[in-house]
């Protein structure tokens, strides 16, 4: 792969027609967790590429002294910079899907923008059935709109997939902006009644009201079903922590706790990160690499250090492989423990701002 970093224009158009799609997401397939040098080199292609597609990047590889050596130095991109940046790399190409950040405050939100969802459809359907997530084997449920009602969701888009490629039944019960709570407890209770595993996914959000809101004994679904949530522990009129969040799932659905799932992933990436438990490490899939960034400093932390997430996302061919965000975790040896956003923390540790990366 490293002999690619020198012909970018004809590899950046393979990365533009489906064949070349599909061999860069065969190289991705025969990487392991292990392959440092596997990933740097499609790392260090791949941010070659798009520093010449992509204009801000390319003013913060010139901050830093160009394209780096290893993969560890490639400067993320804030993750606000595509609230206010075009961030696509295909020359002349116009973007088949755009996913948008949710959130009612939001003037301007963010937009990733893809040449075709078939990279996102292939990683996120494999990420997850590699971490282990049974999506594959019990009748789904999502707490989610479909993916024809909301079109510009990335996470609509990624259980969309896991609906089309599962052989078992499968439904969203957000319908209109409103959860059908009624009759999902009623296919739950269904399900129970028949034995039937099921998959309850979606985000935190949506999974509070079936807690506040249960009357009588606790609904236990059968054996070998499971939970998903995708983060957000902040509920209508409260908020819960993480830990009673998940005993609270356990108590109202009979599932324990530690086989409880959840989802980290983000509209500006391609890839998603999983964990088990209250306390599990979030891993990422070969793919992907996370880095856990002194906001002081932007240097590495160490194991049990708190700091603000980067990832380096070799699915993310049309944008940016690497964004900074402003979630914070802490350094663990083979993955992190997810604490949540900290907007409050901006990363220090680079020469560029946001701002200066727009419009420089």
């Known amino acids: 792969m490293a002999k690619e970093k020198s012909g970018f224009p004809s590899f950046r158009q393979e990365l533009d027609r489906p064949e070349g799609r599909a061999r860069w997401a065969e190289w991705l397939w025969s990487l392991s967790a292990e392959d440092e040098s596997g990933f740097e080199g499609l790392a260090l292609a791949l941010c070659q590429i798009q520093s010449h597609g992509v204009a801000p990047l390319r003013r913060l590889l010139q901050a830093e002294g160009g394209v780096p050596a290893g993969w560890r130095k490639i400067p993320p991109v804030p993750q606000e910079l595509f609230k206010q940046s075009r961030l696509f790399v295909p020359e002349g190409q116009t973007p088949r899907r755009i996913f948008e950040t949710s959130g009612t405050t939001a003037k301007h939100p963010g937009r990733h923008f893809l040449l075709d969802v078939d990279l996102y459809r292939a990683v996120s359907t494999e990420g997850a059935r590699r971490a282990g997530v049974p999506w594959e084997t019990v009748d789904l449920h999502f707490l989610v709109p479909s993916p024809q009602e909301a079109p510009h969701s990335s996470l609509s888009?990624?259980?969309?997939?896991?609906?089309?490629?599962?052989?078992?039944?499968?439904?969203?019960?957000i319908q209109e902006g409103r959860l059908d709570q009624q009759g999902l407890l009623a296919a739950l209770s269904e399900a129970v009644r028949a034995g039937r595993p099921?998959?309850?996914?979606?985000?935190?959000?949506?999974?509070?009201?079936?807690?506040?809101?249960?009357?009588?004994?606790?609904?236990?679904?059968?054996?070998?079903?499971?939970?998903l949530e995708t983060g957000g522990f902040k509920g209508r009129t409260r908020e819960l922590s993480k830990p009673d969040f998940y005993r609270a799932l356990e108590t109202r659905f009979g599932i324990p706790a530690e086989e409880i799932w959840s989802e980290y992933g983000m509209t500006e990436l391609s890839s998603q990160a999983y964990a088990q438990g209250p306390e599990g490490i979030h891993r990422t899939p070969p793919w992907a690499r996370v880095r856990i960034l002194n906001p002081l400093t932007g240097r590495d932390c160490l194991t049990g250090e708190k700091g603000l997430v980067a990832w380096v996302d070799l699915a993310n061919i049309d944008s940016v492989l690497a964004i900074q965000t402003q979630d914070e975790a802490i350094a663990a040896p083979d993955g992190f423990r997810l604490l949540g956003r900290r907007p409050t923390l901006p990363l220090r540790g680079c020469s560029l701002t946001a701002e200066d990366l727009r419009s420089s």
């Open 157 to 173: 888009a990624m259980f969309g997939f896991w609906s089309e490629q599962s052989t078992h039944f499968s439904h969203f019960w």
């Open 198 to 227: 099921v998959g309850l996914c979606g985000t935190a959000f949506a999974l509070i009201p079936l807690i506040d809101h249960h009357e009588g004994s606790p609904l236990r679904l059968p054996r070998e079903s499971f939970l």
